[in-house]
T-cell receptor, first 114, second 113 residues
Framework: KAGVTQTPRYLIKTRGQQVTLSCSPI?????VSWYQQTPGQGLQFLFE???????NKGNFPGRFSGRQFSNSRSEMNVSTLELGDSALYLC?????????????FGPGTRLLVL | ELKVEQNPLFLSMQEGKNYTIYCNYS?????LYWYRQDPGKSLESLFV?????AVKQEGRLMASLDTKARLSTLHITAAVHDLSATYFCAATLVGGSQGNLIFGKGTKLSVKP
């Protein structure tokens, strides 16, 4: 069974630009969560989608948004990029919401903002 | 608010030695997870602990959960170099059909010959 895939794997952007990251969950998984990992803040929850509905959102500014499609694929968008948005963005999928099922993580997208 | 604390944050071990990583969480949690992350890689699920007294073992790693003490431990037996990685514990909130993982800061383990 294929794992969680994320594209692109690496990205370099400049301040003020916007970026869209994509995540394809494990086949059959309907819950997708996004996390940001930085050396300073560690792993922080961004948002979680289940059956195309955002069910939970972390403490991030409105510049961070996401969506989930009917095939469970998910995208997250960051607008007006700031230097502090440089991070590894991890997508995780599970059969059911994370409180009920183990999440499996993708390889991540490493974003560098210059 | 659920908070998860791990200690130590850095651990340098010699091969063949035993050690324990501790994970404390602040409020009642549904589930406790342990993940491993190799440098530049994603997170690999190691264990999920669901109930008080749960113990799971895989190779040289053993995880346990004490919900009354709000404590989980990851015990490493006879460490080998291949275990060098960062280990994260994570908890989820009770009672939610949603939930998300709250992670500890991670323990960077270095096993030296």
């Amino acid at each position: 069974k294929a794992g969680v895939t994320q594209t692109p794997r690496y990205l370099i952007k400049t301040r003020g630009q916007q970026v869209t990251l994509s995540c394809s969950p494990i086949s059959g998984h309907r819950s997708v969560s996004w996390y940001q990992q930085t050396p300073g803040q560690g792993l922080q929850f961004l948002f979680e989608y289940f059956s195309e509905t955002q069910r939970n959102k972390g403490n991030f500014p409105g510049r961070f948004s996401g969506r989930q499609f009917s095939n469970s694929r998910s995208e997250m968008n960051v607008s007006t990029l700031e230097l502090g948005d440089s991070a590894l963005y991890l997508c995780a999928s599970s059969l059911a919401p994370p409180a009920q099922e183990t999440q499996y993580f993708g390889p991540g997208t490493r974003l560098l903002v210059l | 608010e659920l908070k998860v604390e791990q200690n130590p944050l850095f651990l340098s071990m010699q091969e063949g030695k035993n050690y324990t990583i501790y994970c404390n969480y602040s409020t009642t949690s549904d589930r406790l997870y342990w993940y491993r992350q190799d440098p530049g890689k994603s997170l690999e699920s190691l264990f999920v602990l669901l109930s008080n007294g749960a113990v799971k073992q895989e190779g040289r790693l053993m995880a346990s959960l004490d919900t009354k003490a709000r404590l989980s431990t990851l015990h490493i037996t006879a460490a080998v170099h291949d275990l060098s990685a960062t280990y994260f514990c994570a908890a989820t909130l009770v009672g939610g059909s949603q939930g998300n993982l709250i992670f500890g800061k991670g323990t960077k383990l270095s096993v030296k010959p």
